[in-house]
């Protein structure tokens, strides 16, 4: 059962990497103005959040502590997230303070994952 969810894990790093991989390479463009939600950043978006329910259930599974009001506040956030990149995705550029609330947000999320314990 380790290593499924280790791999699963690994599988969640990569959506998180895709997803502010993708907000990275567009902050040049933002501040010209002309950023825009690259597909990256949706795909990221949702294998975080399919890797991440995965994860949940393996860990239950597995009977290891769960913090749900944690995973409550992650999803909250990546389904905010979510839903901006999805409704947004196929403009030609999106505002810069829609973009940065994409990056910070994206920014929590982690930021949650890694010191919230």
């Known amino acids: ?9 690994a599988l969640h790093i990569i959506g998180i990497a895709s997803l502010l991989g993708g907000f990275l390479t ?7 103005g002309t950023a825009r939600f690259v597909p990256a950043m949706l ?3 949702l294998v975080m959040l399919v ?8 860990n239950q599974a597995d009977d290891q502590p769960v913090d749900n009001i944690k995973i409550g506040v992650k999803l909250a956030l990546l389904i905010v997230i979510l839903g901006l990149v999805y409704v947004k995705r ?8 829609l973009f940065g609330l994409v990056g910070a947000l994206t920014t929590a999320n982690v930021f949650i ?3 919230w314990t």
């Open 43 to 45: 795909h990221g978006a």
């Open 90 to 97: 196929d403009e030609g550029t999106v505002d810069k303070p």
């Open 51 to 58: 890797t991440g329910a995965v994860l949940v259930g393996l």
């Open 113 to 115: 994952a890694v010191l």
């Open 26 to 32: 567009q902050m040049r463009a933002m501040g010209q």
């Open 1 to 9: 059962m380790d290593v499924l969810i280790h791999l699963f894990v």
